[in-house]
């Protein structure tokens, strides 16, 4: 697509309940981001996916979250038993590979977030 | 590890002046991209400019330049001629070849009028 799809643009769930974030990264790109961004912070690297090889989980804040990407192009990101402090701005971005965008300098395409609630 | 520092939280600017915007970075790495976004209030991430590690020249788009000084590890975004659209958040971020894109705490400029 032109651009970097995130879906639900809002979402507000109980605490205990799991819910689903969904990135669909613009055509091409091979790399794709999670970040969190709580309210007026900047933002939280959370994992990376490249191509087929196995994800960067580094940044996840719990076993609670998780995400896949299937066949190289949709990812979501689930987070399971949400709690209270789960809630910010879950942001994707999309690039073409690592090393593409550092000698082309070419940024991250961003989505425009999820904003979750957790209540 | 990399670590992207921005010590302004905020800052306040008149129209049609200039500003910078502070940021340095720690890295081992001799290979990494340094990078600039704005987040409007709307919440989007908008790249606005990019400068390379081994780039001798700062980098230049439009109203934005970046101020590379690779000894001293800073990046400043100088905006020229703000404008009252100019009013959001300002990211430094950094990547590297074994790293992913990390980002600065922000800036907030307000450009007034």
């Known amino acids: 697509g032109a651009g970097v799809s995130q879906s639900p643009s809002n979402k507000v769930t109980e605490k205990g309940k799991d819910v689903e974030l969904r990135c669909d990264p613009i055509?091409?790109?091979?790399?794709l981001y999670w970040y969190r961004q709580s309210l007026g912070q900047g933002l939280e690297f959370l994992i990376y996916f490249q191509g087929n090889s196995a994800p960067d989980k580094s940044g996840l804040p719990s076993d609670r979250f998780s995400a896949e990407r299937t066949g190289g192009s949709v990812s979501t990101l689930t987070i399971q038993r949400t709690q209270q402090e789960d809630s910010a701005v879950y942001l994707c971005a999309s690039s073409f590979q690592r090393l593409v965008s550092i000698r082309q300098g070419r940024g991250y395409t961003f989505g425009s977030g999820t904003r979750l609630t957790v209540v | 590890a990399q670590k992207i520092t921005q010590t302004q939280p905020g800052m306040f600017v008149q129209e049609k002046e200039a500003v910078t915007l502070d940021c340095t970075y720690d890295t081992s790495d001799q290979s990494y991209g340094l990078f600039w976004y704005k987040q409007p209030s709307s919440g989007e991430m908008i790249f606005l400019i990019y400068q390379g590690s081994y780039d001798e020249q700062n980098a230049t788009e439009g109203r934005y330049s970046l101020n590379f000084q690779k000894a001293r590890k800073s990046a400043n975004l100088v905006i020229s001629a703000s404008q009252l659209g100019d009013s959001a958040m300002y990211f430094c971020a950094m990547t590297a070849l074994n790293n992913d894109m990390r980002f600065g705490a922000g800036t907030r400029l307000t450009v007034k009028p």
């Open positions: 055509s091409g790109h091979t790399a």
